[in-house]
């Protein structure tokens, strides 16, 4: 059975610095990675995702993440955030046959003035 | 593309009493998704539909719990006999067969059993 991991439950960083949020993932199957971005009261939004190929993903916002398979990472970094980059975000794991997602239990990112 | 939408946006019941949501997915979308967020969790699998196929459950759906999509488009979730642990918000997904495609989320229902 898949699992994903977040390693840290809030992330606080100032505007304009970088931010690394992370992920791991167990799965003994092809897993396919995603991160998405939930805003307060709102619905998940997509950021990026990881298929196959290159292991470097870039994404909406400024956002990419590294696939690392001999460490079971996901990462995702932006070299620079903004105030709007402040909401919670997931890092999910696929890979069956009907896509159901396997999420982690989601990252508190705050960006302070 | 209107996106997916879910209807209503909150609710609060008492428990014991049925309540039902609904989903309207992507129009093109043949696959749709429920999952579950409770407070500080990340979302976690409910079912899944393939047109009007409800082909997978999580051991999370109890018996109170049932899912329909009748005509392959819009879905419907029951909670019958609501529980204070039912309280979350329910979101629900669509996406395209082909591979592992993009599941687009809509923006939930949140309940609370009182």
């Known amino acids: 059975a898949q699992s994903v991991t977040q390693l840290d439950s809030q992330v606080p960083v100032f505007e304009e610095a970088p931010v690394e949020l992370r992920c791991n993932y167990s799965s003994s199957v092809s897993v396919y990675l995603f991160w998405y971005v939930q805003y307060p009261n709102q619905g998940l939004q997509l950021l990026l995702k990881y298929l196959s190929g290159s292991t470097l993903v870039k994404g909406i916002n400024g956002f990419e993440a590294e696939f690392n398979k001999s460490q079971t990472s996901f990462h995702l970094r932006k070299p620079s955030v903004h105030i709007s980059d402040t909401a919670e975000y997931f890092c999910a794991a696929g890979g069956t046959s009907y896509g159901k997602l396997t999420f982690g239990q989601g990252t508190i990112l705050t960006v302070h003035p | 593309d209107t996106g997916v939408s879910q209807d209503p946006r909150h609710k609060i019941t008492k428990r014991g009493q049925n309540v039902t949501f609904r989903c309207d997915p992507i129009s093109e979308h043949n696959r749709l998704y429920w999952y579950r967020q409770t407070l500080g969790q990340g979302p976690e699998f409910l079912t899944y539909?393939?047109?009007?196929?409800?082909?997978?459950k999580s051991r999370l759906l109890s018996d109170r719990f049932s899912a329909e999509r009748p005509k392959g488009s819009f879905s419907t979730l029951e909670i019958q006999r609501t529980e204070q642990g039912d309280s979350a918000m329910y979101l629900c997904?669509?996406?395209?067969?082909?591979?592992?495609?993009?599941?687009?989320f809509g923006p939930g229902t949140r309940l609370l059993v009182l």
């Open positions: 997904a669509s996406s395209l067969i082909q591979g592992q495609e993009t599941q687009y």
């Open positions: 539909f393939q047109n009007e196929a409800q082909l997978e």
